[in-house]
């Protein structure tokens, strides 16, 4: 960030954070025909409509002037809901073709590179996040995949908590999850992890939800707790989730109920039906084999 921010503010386009004699040519202050404050901050940043223009349909428009969104020409455009490391990596594409990403804020720029309608510059962004998966990033880039419908970086985010998911249910990212982002993990055959974790984790991110927007568990989970598999518990841990959950409801009571009935099944029946289908980390218990079995 440091080497991309010094660039822009040797080009002048920076106010604010280094001193103005010694980094700004008064040339390009001069020639700087456009004012930004970003973020909550309304950091300065200078620069030139007809570069912006002509690089990006959005600062056309919003740059237009006889769009009163940007307003009359000596007046600033407020971008606040913009991070201002973010608006700058964006400069920096727009003003170089070129592009230094890091881990911190690669996502806010592909957010702003989706907003700006930039398609090179969020290839990029994808590229740079699919190679840089971890346990920190991986949830905060499945959010972002499912808000916007990216469906490439939705898939390779879920395949990496597929096969990391015991270690990606602890992290707090996992507990700031849509509703829309959790239910695409959970309905997920290959997660490698037993249930028993998966509905402890779930009751987590409910809880969670709950005090965030101060909803009833059973409110906020109700869009995701479908895609547990109670069946898949053996009677004695579908008991012991029985018990927790009137203390701290947050599956309907006919879901355990119906779970109930795949114990009731006559031996030899098979159950069919995503409910009774076993994940890829699935511990084996004895009623298992009357399920029907994850497919090869």
Request: hydrophobic share 45%; aromatic share 6%.
């Amino acid at each position: 960030m440091e080497g991309k921010l010094q660039r822009l503010v040797e080009a002048g386009l920076v106010m604010g954070a280094v001193p103005e004699w010694k980094v700004q040519p008064q040339v390009v202050i001069r020639t700087s025909d456009v004012r930004f404050l970003v973020g909550q901050d309304r950091r300065e940043v200078l620069a030139h409509r007809c570069l912006l223009s002509s690089r990006c349909d959005y600062f056309r428009q919003l740059l237009s002037a006889e769009n009163p969104v940007g307003g009359a020409p000596e007046e600033p455009v407020v971008l606040a809901d913009v991070p201002p490391e973010a608006f700058l990596t964006v400069l920096e594409f727009l003003y170089t073709n070129s592009i230094t990403l890091d881990r911190r804020t690669v996502l806010e720029v592909l957010i702003s590179s989706l907003e700006y309608g930039l398609s090179e510059l969020r290839e990029l962004c994808v590229e740079f996040v699919v190679q840089n998966l971890d346990m920190e990033l991986v949830c905060e880039a499945l959010q972002v995949a499912v808000t916007f419908g990216l469906r490439q970086l939705r898939e390779k985010c879920l395949n990496f908590i597929e096969r990391h998911a015991q270690d990606v249910l602890r992290t707090p990212a996992f507990h700031e999850l849509s509703p829309a982002a959790l239910l695409a993990v959970l309905h997920s055959d290959h997660l490698a992890v037993d249930e028993v974790e998966l509905v402890a984790a779930t009751r987590h991110w409910a809880r969670v939800s709950s005090a965030v927007l101060e909803q009833p568990m059973g409110q906020v989970a109700q869009a995701v707790v479908g895609e547990l598999r109670l069946p898949l518990l053996s009677p004695s841990e579908l008991s012991s989730l029985e018990e927790q959950n009137r203390v701290e409801p947050f599956i309907p009571m006919e879901q355990i109920a119906e779970a109930w009935k795949y114990h009731a099944l006559s031996r030899g029946e098979a159950t069919r039906g995503i409910q009774g289908r076993r994940r890829k980390g699935t511990a084996p218990r004895e009623h298992h084999r009357f399920l029907e079995l994850l497919p090869k």
